[in-house]
């Protein structure tokens, strides 16, 4: 909302547009970069820093104004006034350009939280640079949108997808989630869902999770590549936000349903029969799913999937961290050799098949060559091998079952690979790489990652972290008429 208010006289905002135009030339003149044609006696003498700051002390001493802004807010009785320059800031905002077209005064209303971003935004205007911090975020691209800035938005919503592993007290990606869905900026959505979904632990554990959305905390459910220790530990959270958040009954029962029961053990779906709250206040609505969960518990994963479909989310696990699920392996100084290990799982989450375990081998290669790249001979008189350097190679992670089994019919198994990075001081997840049992590797495993750096950004203190996941996926072999 603008109100406008006065005007001044023409030959004044003559002059402060000429004054404007002229240190923009000289701007635009210093940063560009001669072509010389080679000359060793060429040089580009770039003044343009100091035009710059000439620029913000145009803005900070109102010299050739020709225009005035006039900023109100709730929050304070007095107006802040800027003495701007009508040409720059039209050069950036065509609202501007349509405000202060045949007017020289405009008022301008902001809520508190923009006001007090104001002066940063109109110096952004004169000089092309904005420094913010994460609480700013969400204003400064509020005025960007605002005033049709589309430089500045889009350097904010960068800025937001690159922090979004910065730590801070409240946490900040669940509120930049929301604002993005108000926004309708779908590229920061999906980094905040990624995030939030390969990061779930950190977030359920901090005051961050109370202020989740029903819609976010739905979409978060359906998702099976959340990152946790357990189900058990997302069904605690869950139970936490009901009852914080005291929905009403069908999206608490909607959010109860997306609850993945048969992940769960036996033992701990008794106790949480007895002891949950909210589970007693919704008993009807998840009865069915917990007698499922207890008859697959019960009876083996082959004869189970005879009378029920089991190729949907409910028995998909998702990626959970605790041991019976996988491994962690720490790689030192990754760049040097090729590594192996080995480790056990469970055969599956069904209760039936507690006491089977799984061994699974694994080998890490730092620099593996595709057949494309691999040295052959030649008859050529120049040589007999072609040179290959050593970073035409990429890191190669290869997993394999280290045996066979008749109780491996009716199911196969995801292997999920966790990078995990040091980002703002906190190790988080990176990249999740996922392939099936029909490859034993991720085809594009580390792809970009450069190992040979000691300051590589997927090295912590010159180690790769990984996390090892397999996912029992059950499938229906025989189908029984009922």
């Not at 030959?11 to 560009?32: E, M, S």
């Not at 501007?96 to 110096?123: C, G, H, W």
Request: charged share 20%; glycine share 4%; with cysteine.
């Amino acid at each position: 909302m603008a109100r406008l208010t006065g005007t001044r006289p023409v030959a004044t905002r003559r002059w402060g547009c000429a004054a404007a135009f002229l240190l923009l030339l000289l701007t635009v003149q210093a940063a560009q970069k001669a072509d010389f044609s080679g000359d060793s006696t060429a040089a580009t003498i770039n003044h343009s820093l100091t035009l710059l700051q000439r620029l913000q002390e145009l803005l900070q001493n109102g010299n050739g104004s020709d225009s005035v802004l006039r900023v109100r807010s709730a929050a304070s009785d007095e107006p802040k006034v800027f003495h701007t320059h009508q040409l720059l800031l039209s050069l950036q905002s065509e609202v501007f350009e349509s405000l202060l077209r045949n007017q020289s005064v405009v008022t301008l209303y902001e809520p508190p939280e923009t006001a007090a971003l104001f002066e940063k935004f109109i110096r952004y205007l004169y000089c092309g640079g904005v420094s913010i911090l994460l609480h700013q975020a969400i204003p400064m691209h509020q005025l960007a949108s605002k005033y049709r800035v589309w430089g500045l938005q889009r350097g904010v919503a960068e800025y937001m997808r690159t922090h979004l592993a910065s730590e801070s007290s409240q946490g900040h990606v669940v509120g930049w989630y929301h604002y993005a869905v108000r926004v309708g900026d779908a590229a920061l959505q999906e980094s905040c869902l990624q995030f939030l979904a390969w990061n779930l632990s950190a977030v359920l554990g901090s005051a961050e999770w109370g202020s989740v959305s029903v819609d976010l905390l739905l979409l978060l459910l359906e998702r099976s590549d959340l990152v946790l220790h357990s189900e058990l530990e997302l069904y605690t959270a869950v139970e936490g936000w009901l009852s914080r958040r005291q929905p009403e009954v069908p999206v608490a029962e909607r959010v109860l349903r997306a609850i993945r029961y048969p992940m769960i053990a036996p033992s701990q779906l008794f106790r949480l029969q007895a002891q949950s709250a909210v589970l007693a206040r919704h008993r009807g609505a998840v009865q069915d799913l917990l007698f499922q969960a207890f008859q697959f518990h019960a009876a083996s994963p082959l004869h189970f999937a005879k009378y029920f479909d089991v190729n949907c989310s409910m028995f998909l696990p998702r990626n959970y961290l605790a041991p019976s699920w996988g491994s962690q392996w720490v790689i030192t100084n990754p760049a040097r050799d090729d590594r192996s290990t080995s480790f056990q799982t469970q055969l599956g989450p069904s209760s039936h098949d507690a006491g089977k375990r799984v061994t699974w081998n694994v080998l890490f290669s730092p620099r593996w060559l595709p057949v494309s790249l691999r040295p052959v001979y030649s008859d050529s008189v120049a040589g007999a091998i072609q040179p290959v350097r050593i970073e035409d190679g990429r890191p190669r992670l290869i997993i394999t079952p280290a045996m066979s089994s008749p109780d491996f019919a009716g199911v196969s198994f995801q292997k999920t690979v966790l990078v995990g990075v040091r980002q703002q001081g906190r190790v988080l997840v990176k990249h999740a790489y996922s392939f099936h049992q029909s490859s034993d590797e991720a085809a594009d495993f580390l792809a970009h990652a450069d190992l040979q750096k000691r300051t590589s950004e997927y090295l912590i203190d010159n180690s790769l972290h990984l996390h090892i996941i397999i996912k029992p996926v059950y499938h229906s072999l025989i189908k029984v008429k009922k």
